[in-house]
């Protein structure tokens, strides 16, 4: 039986691998591809925005990860799931910078997405919660088991104090990767102007698919 590698704690070293691991990922992703459709264009934008997400979640977050750095896990804690402009300030503009080198066609594009997305967000969740911003495993490490064991920690952390977990996913073969993990579809919408539709999911504490 093949030993399973662990999953850790980003460490800040590592923010770079994680962004890389996330662009693979998301390379040929339906609401990255319909972003910035231009492949070379995209995995140049994405690399400097992975990286500033990662490095903002490890300071108002946690990042969990494997030794060989093969996937990441974003998390937002309670308290901290809206990215204020303050804390953005306080991580030293990294977001908003990163998302200054698109196009301004794919800028448009990702802010319009961004804004539905936080507006959702802030109508259905009115209580504490955490806030899956990102999972993504690097396609060479894939079909391991990593993608579940990365948000494993929080799952158990949240239902240890009784919150909810949330997030988004634009694929739809990943709504049945969540349900297996005890989350249930909240909503469902099509982005305005864009030929894709999100799934809005919530996790409340104790449940199991």
Same mark, same amino acid.
């Given at each position: ?74 998390? =937002? ?13 306080? +991580? ?6 990163? &998302? ?10 990702? &802010? ?27 396609? +060479?490490?894939?079909? $391991?088991?990593?993608?579940?064991? =990365? ?39 099509? &982005? ?9 999911? =919530?996790?409340?504490?104790?449940? $199991?698919?």
């Amino acid at each position: 039986m093949t030993e399973l590698e662990p999953i850790v704690r980003l460490q800040p070293a590592q923010v770079r691998q994680a962004a890389e691991a996330l662009n693979n990922a998301f390379a040929e992703d339906p609401i990255y591809t319909e972003i910035i459709p231009d492949r070379q264009e995209r995995l140049d934008s994405m690399r400097g925005l992975w990286a500033a997400l990662v490095d903002y979640s490890l300071r108002y977050g946690e990042v969990y990860t494997t030794n060989a750095v093969g996937g990441a896990a974003c998390w =937002l804690p309670p308290g901290r799931t809206e990215m204020t402009f303050w804390r953005m300030l306080r +991580a030293g503009m990294k977001v908003p910078r990163a &998302m200054m080198r698109f196009s301004p066609p794919s800028r448009q594009r990702l &802010m319009q997405v961004l804004g539905t997305m936080d507006r959702e967000r802030s109508r259905l969740m009115r209580r504490p919660y955490w806030y899956l911003l990102v999972v993504g495993v690097d396609p +060479a490490h894939q079909a $391991r088991g990593i993608g579940g064991r =990365l948000i494993a920690p929080v799952l158990r952390r949240a239902d240890e104090q009784g919150l909810p977990c949330y997030l988004e996913t634009e694929t739809e073969s990943n709504v049945a990767f969540y349900q297996r993990r005890g989350f249930v579809v909240m909503g469902e919408k099509d &982005m305005p102007g864009c030929h894709f539709h999100i799934w809005l999911m =919530l996790r409340e504490a104790g449940r $199991r698919a």
